[in-house]
T-cell receptor, first 114, second 116 residues
Framework: DTAVSQTPKYLVTQMGNDKSIKCEQN?????MYWYKQDSKKFLKIMFSYNNKELIINETVPNRFSPKSPDKAHLNLHINSLELGDSAVYFC?????????????FGQGTRLTVV | AQSVAQPEDQVNVAEGNPLTVKCTYS??????LFWYVQYPNRGLQFLLKYITGDNLVKGSYGFEAEFNKSQTSFHLKKPSALVSDSALYFC??????????????FGSGTQLTVLP
């Protein structure tokens, strides 16, 4: 029973391509996130949605576009992929937008742009 | 603005010895503090959190953390380390209240290696 699942787990693609990463949570949570973990393992928030509404949009290139068709899903679409986009992307969810709720993370998608 | 510092990139400890992974934070209000663990090729797993109340918080796998407001620290501890505790540990903070800045801010991570 995977709580937060991401697909694919690995993604290798060429520069200039467009790709999507899907995320689904079965926890009934209201809030979902995308994080990027770089090669030095540093984690940075990219986007956050609460009840399908975008509430955090950090300084991320416009080539990255999140989409939340419903509360249980938050997909990440990336246009015109660049070498620097290579990283591990984590989806996460939390019960609500409240400050004391912990986040549950997916297993990550390792994106390699060649 | 909120921030978290994990001053040690790497901590090595012998199995059976106590371990400490350090974390200090900076917030404008009161903090909510979290510890997560990441095993190789896995997502982050929640260990424990401090919201309010007792400064000593107990979490999963025998870990605990002590909130120290005067030192703005939230160090992770375990009385007796196991080889299986070897992993990457992240401290994280949320500032309350802080307008729309309710996202979790993570430290840079500390690689814990427990030697047999």
């Amino acid at each position: 029973d995977t709580a937060v699942s991401q697909t694919p787990k690995y993604l290798v693609t060429q520069m200039g391509n467009d790709k999507s990463i899907k995320c689904e949570q079965n926890l009934g949570h209201d809030t979902m996130y995308w994080y990027k973990q770089d090669s030095k393992k540093f984690l940075k928030i990219m986007f956050s949605y609460n009840n399908k509404e975008l509430i955090i949009n950090e300084t991320v290139p416009n080539r990255f576009s999140p989409k939340s068709p419903d509360k249980a899903h938050l997909n990440l679409h990336i246009n015109s992929l660049e070498l620097g986009d290579s990283a591990v992307y984590f989806c996460a969810s939390s019960q609500d937008w409240g400050s004391n709720t912990e986040a549950f993370f997916g297993q990550g998608t390792r994106l390699t742009v060649v | 603005a909120q921030s978290v510092a994990q001053p040690e990139d790497q901590v090595n400890v012998a199995e059976g010895n106590p371990l400490t992974v350090k974390c200090t934070y900076s917030v404008s209000g009161n903090p909510y503090l979290f510890w997560y663990v990441q095993y190789p090729n896995r997502g982050l797993q929640f260990l424990l959190k401090y919201i309010t109340g007792d400064n000593l918080v107990k979490g999963s796998y025998g870990f605990e953390a002590e909130f120290n407001k005067s030192q703005t620290s939230f160090h992770l501890k375990k009385p007796s380390a196991l080889v299986s505790d070897s992993a990457l540990y992240f401290c994280a903070v949320r500032d309350i209240p802080s307008g729309s800045a309710r996202q979790l801010t993570f430290g840079s991570g500390t690689q814990l290696t427990v030697l047999p």
